[in-house]
Each structure stands twice: as C-alpha cells, then as structure tokens.
C-alpha cells in the first residue's frame, strides 16, 4: 500500500457511542452516503456474539448502500466497495469478511495477525510515540496509526497528546501510510495532512451529524 491508495478521511465507529445496533447502522449509513470509503468497527465491550452479529449487518449493508449511492471506491484498487476494517479482532474480521484489522500495542502482535488474516487484508498498527512507530515500521503492517494528536475524550486512558511536531517526527520514521488520530477537528485537519499524516481518523467529531460532518470533512480535505 502507498499513500495514494489510503483515503484522507478514516472513520471509526465506536459502539460505546450508540445506544442500540440499529443506531450505528443508521451512522455507517449516513457515512457511506457522504461518500467515506474506510470505516472501522470497534467494540471494547460487547460479547463476541454481539460483536459478530453487528459485523455481519455492517458487512451486508455496505455493499448494498455502496451500489444505492454510487459512490466510488478510492481506498484500494482490487476492491469494489468501501473498505471495512475490524478493531483488534483478527477472529472477527475473518468470520465477518472485513477488509482488514487494526490492532494496539497491548493486542495480538502484527506477525501474529498476519498469520491469521493473510497475506491480502489490510492490516493497521496504533502507535504513540517515536520507539512505537521505528518498531512497527519494520512490522509488515500496510498502515501505522500516530496519537493523540490533540486532545480525546475517546479513550478513557489517553496516551500523551504528540500535537503536530509528533505527526511531523512520525513522518520522518517511516514511508507507510500514515493514520493521524486524536481529538482531530475539521478546521484542524488540513494542518494535520500539511505535518505529514496521509490520513485522518476520526470518532466523536462524526456521531451528531454524521452525514453533514463526513462531507465536510471531505470538503476540507481535498
């Protein structure tokens, strides 16, 4: 994967910020029909039956609102829907025919998901600081994630903000696709792609409106 093949705008769907199954559908829905081609699904606490449930409906229903809207994949070339990417389960991803996993540092190592996914998913690191990222630079992962860039109330432990010289030294530890998240706002994510990141994730900032705010993400990311 090249930085060109990632797109600028990485939605991330947390079931902790829905009240029921049938409210995070209707948010992939409106994200999909803004025209956002990477969406990650991610769930700290449901059971395992919850969480394959919910990915098989995510996994049903983005083909089929990708062929309503029409909108074009830009994510990956071999693919011909929006990419679907599983939050630390590599089980997961597999049962549910995701497109790819992201995993932390306190989760299975990135050899260890590989050997599970294969060779043709994608597969995504988080990373926090200049030792994380040298480490998962040599991993033969297709992104790395660098965060927070500001300040989260997405994660109830937070790592230390890296702010925009932490993008800028990032940049400068690997050529893999390069994921900026952490309390990122519209206004401030072109300042985020100017510091060196390919791509922006984003949370909380989408759950109110997430058809009006997914544009203009796009809009201002263009």
Known sequence: ????????????ADRACFADAAALYRFIEELL???????????????????????RELRRLVPRIHSKTGSGNVGHPDVGHP???MNDRA?????????GVHVGQD?????AVRAIIGPDRWLGVSTHNPEQLAWA????????????VFAT????????????????????????????????????APEVIAAGADSVAVISALVREPRR??????????
């Open 107 to 111: 989760d299975l190592s990135p050899a």
């Open 83 to 85: 990419m679907l990417i």
């Open 153 to 188: 109330g997405s994660k109830q432990n937070p790592d230390p903000v890296i702010g925009l010289d932490g993008v800028r030294r990032a940049r400068q530890f690997t050529r893999k696709p390069l994921v900026a998240i952490g309390g990122i706002t519209c206004q401030r």
């Open 137 to 148: 630079d040599k991993t033969d992962a297709n992104y790395l994630a660098i965060g927070p």
């Open 91 to 99: 089980d997961m991803a597999l049962a549910a025919d995701f497109d």
């Open 1 to 12: 994967m090249t930085s060109s093949e990632i797109p600028r705008l990485y939605a991330i």
């Open 33 to 55: 029909a803004a025209g956002v081609t990477l969406l990650q699904y991610r769930n700290k606490q449901g059971s395992a039956r919850e969480m394959l449930r919910e990915a």
């Open 213 to 222: 705010a997914a544009e203009e993400f796009l809009a201002c990311l263009r």
